[in-house]
Nanobody, 128 residues
């Protein structure tokens, strides 16, 4: 089974930026709400940002104004679907494993990302 796979994590200092990418091949954006969620050490998973099929977005309060979710479909490269998360002004509390998920729904999936499909995450470490 093909699952969305996140990449682009790394280590940055507080105030820095990272851009995460997600290979969402096999998940048409016209049918799937896409989500980013994260899990910090010792904590539960939490939703970070979502984009519904109508391009509407939702964000966790603590990342509003700092993170931007987006997506595009390549016109070549087999029409590869890519989801991204631009993260600016990163803070130590953003340190976590980040995952992307695909949820088959016409609605916003900010509360439903856990019912979607996801694969390997990417680690983001922010030092103070």
């Amino acid at each position: 089974q093909v699952v969305p796979v996140a990449s682009g994590g790394g280590s940055v200092q507080a105030g820095g930026s990272l851009r995460l990418s997600c290979d969402a091949s096999g998940y048409p954006f016209s049918r799937y709400c896409m989500a980013w969620f994260r899990q910090a050490p010792g904590k539960e998973r939490e939703g970070v940002a979502t984009m519904a099929i109508d391009d509407s977005t939702s964000y966790k309060d603590s990342v509003k104004g700092r993170f931007t979710i987006g997506r595009f479909t390549a016109t070549e490269d087999n029409a590869k679907n890519t989801l991204f998360l631009q993260m600016n002004s990163l803070q130590p509390e953003d340190t976590a494993m980040y995952y992307c998920a695909a949820v088959r729904t016409a609605s916003n999936c900010f509360n439903d990302w856990r019912y979607g499909s996801w694969g390997q995450g990417t680690l983001v470490t922010v030092s103070s």
